[in-house]
């Protein structure tokens, strides 16, 4: 049924921005569009799919995954105006081309319409720390926390958190935040490598290694600074 492969989808895109895993989560969703060519949700999944691809790097062409994305998003929302998760991904689109100001239009149009979608937030709190906005970066990465701590992507938020607090100087809070970043998605590259380079700038090399949890698979962490 397509509900049930929607529900397959959704579950492997979230493994995406975590660990860059879950990539037949584009799968799912194109078999409900043979099916359905019209089905809001899966287009609304797919357009996600290629847009997170682009933003965690896993894309083979950014250039080419990021025009699906735009191209499935912008069908979805010509269909419904309303739909949050449309507008939140096309955000990312612009996001990862270093479009700004088109990145935060979509994310505050997403925000607008769902007020509590904390994956907006947490988007936005990089692109206001980019235009030197810094406290508003701050201030959305921590109200996507307050909105949903248990979030898959709490751990991102976490780390956004601790990257606008290092450059506000605030190094021990940044710290802090990156640290609870890597023990919420131990498996993740990209808290272990913030917290490795923050350590190093302060000269702590041999706190890298207890820095990281044993159930980490990025194992090179481990080796950097030998």
Same mark, same amino acid.
């Given at each position: 049924?397509?509900?049930?492969?929607?529900?397959?989808? !959704?579950?492997?895109?979230?493994? *995406?921005?975590?660990?860059?895993?879950?990539?037949?989560?584009?799968?799912?969703?194109?078999?409900?569009?043979?099916?359905?060519?019209? =089905?809001?949700?899966?287009?609304?999944?797919?357009?996600?799919?290629?847009?997170?691809?682009?933003?965690?790097?896993?894309?083979?062409?950014?250039?080419?995954?990021?025009?699906?994305?735009?191209?499935?998003?912008?069908?979805?929302?010509?269909?419904?105006?309303?739909?949050?998760?449309?507008?939140?991904?096309?955000?990312?689109?612009?996001?990862?081309?270093?479009?700004?100001?088109?990145?935060?239009?979509?994310?505050?149009?997403? *925000?607008?319409? =769902?007020?509590?979608?904390?994956?907006?937030?947490?988007?936005?709190?990089?692109?206001?720390?980019?235009?030197?906005?810094?406290?508003?970066?701050?201030?959305?990465?921590?109200?996507?926390?307050?909105?949903?701590?248990?979030?898959?992507?709490?751990?991102?938020? !976490?780390?956004?958190?601790? =990257?606008?607090?290092?450059?506000?100087?605030?190094?021990?809070?940044? *710290?802090?935040?990156?640290?609870?970043?890597?023990?919420? =998605?131990?498996?993740?590259? !990209?808290?272990?490598?913030?917290?490795?380079?923050?350590?190093?700038?302060?000269?702590?090399?041999?706190?890298?290694?207890?820095?990281?949890?044993?159930?980490?698979?990025?194992?090179? *962490?481990?080796?950097?600074?030998?």
């Amino acid at each position: 049924a397509s509900e049930h492969l929607i529900a397959k989808g !959704w579950a492997a895109q979230i493994q *995406i921005g975590q660990t860059g895993s879950g990539l037949e989560a584009g799968a799912h969703f194109e078999r409900v569009l043979e099916r359905e060519p019209d =089905n809001l949700t899966a287009m609304i999944g797919l357009g996600g799919f290629h847009a997170m691809r682009a933003v965690t790097f896993t894309a083979d062409d950014p250039d080419e995954a990021l025009a699906k994305a735009e191209w499935l998003l912008s069908r979805a929302i010509a269909r419904n105006p309303y739909a949050s998760l449309a507008h939140h991904f096309l955000g990312l689109v612009h996001k990862v081309r270093g479009e700004p100001r088109a990145a935060l239009a979509c994310l505050d149009r997403a *925000i607008a319409i =769902n007020p509590s979608l904390a994956p907006a937030y947490g988007a936005a709190a990089t692109l206001y720390s980019r235009m030197g906005r810094d406290q508003e970066g701050l201030d959305h990465a921590l109200y996507a926390l307050r909105l949903s701590p248990r979030d898959p992507s709490a751990g991102l938020w !976490w780390l956004f958190a601790g =990257n606008i607090q290092l450059e506000m100087g605030r190094d021990d809070e940044a *710290i802090a935040c990156v640290r609870t970043s890597v023990t919420l =998605n131990p498996i993740g590259p !990209w808290g272990l490598v913030s917290l490795a380079g923050m350590l190093a700038l302060r000269g702590e090399v041999e706190e890298v290694p207890r820095a990281v949890p044993e159930k980490s698979e990025s194992e090179g *962490i481990h080796k950097v600074f030998e």
